[in-house]
């Protein structure tokens, strides 16, 4: 299986830092690398699709980037509604493991 | 608009079989830009990858290592809704499970958790 590493695991920030969240895969996966954003009790979101296309409805402070095996997530100018827990995922290949997602708190 | 409705028991007995099903709005299971994912999380496991079913002249079906020996999923084309069932659950199987679509977005095959259904909260106890 490919194995997802995300760091770090959690991250305190305030409203307006830039964020970078990083995404390792024990392998290659080319570019297809997916992000999600997981607010408790609700479901998970798709905020970035094939490393750097923005999900539709999602704003435009979101940003992936990379290919191969490291990937980023960028969030620039962080809102209140942000906070959240954000997890990679690769679709390259079955089983399509998740990262074990990066808490970003406020400080 | 897509939408994915589960339904299915929040508690199970291990000598049961945990069973989930999620019905389809807006799309149809045997499309052929789509696949069918569940996905499961728990706090010791995360978010972990259970299987899917998907079209493409003939249906096909995948399962994560941790499942396949007990794992079936079954999909309803007149319904329009595929299921989980998981054989012989242990408490290690309490989770919140999700059903997933996964749009393919380009011809590569590969696909991206657009929508999903509610969750189950699913809890395995005698």
Redesign the interface.
Known sequence: ?IQMTQSPSSLSASIGDRVTITCRASQSITS?L?W?QHKPGK??E?LI??AS?L?SGVPSRFSGSGSGTEFTLTITSLQPEDFATY?C?Q??T?????G??TRLETK | QVQLQQSGPGLVKPSQTLSLTCAISGDTVSSGTAAW?WIRQSPSR????LG?TYYRSMWFT?Y??SVKSRMIIKRDTSENHFSLHLQSPTPEDSAIY?CAR?IF??T?G?????I????TLVTVAS
Do not use: M
């Not at chain 1, 079955?94 to 998740?98: D, R, S």
């Not at chain 2, 995360?46 to 990858?49: D, K």
């Open positions: 299986d297809s997916n999600y479901v998970p798709l699709y094939a296309n999900q997890y995922q679709s390259f079955t089983p399509h493991t998740f074990q997602g | 994912h995360g978010l972990e990858w899917r995948d994560g290592a999700y996964g977005y380009d590569t590969y696909d991206a958790f657009d999903w259904g509610q969750g």
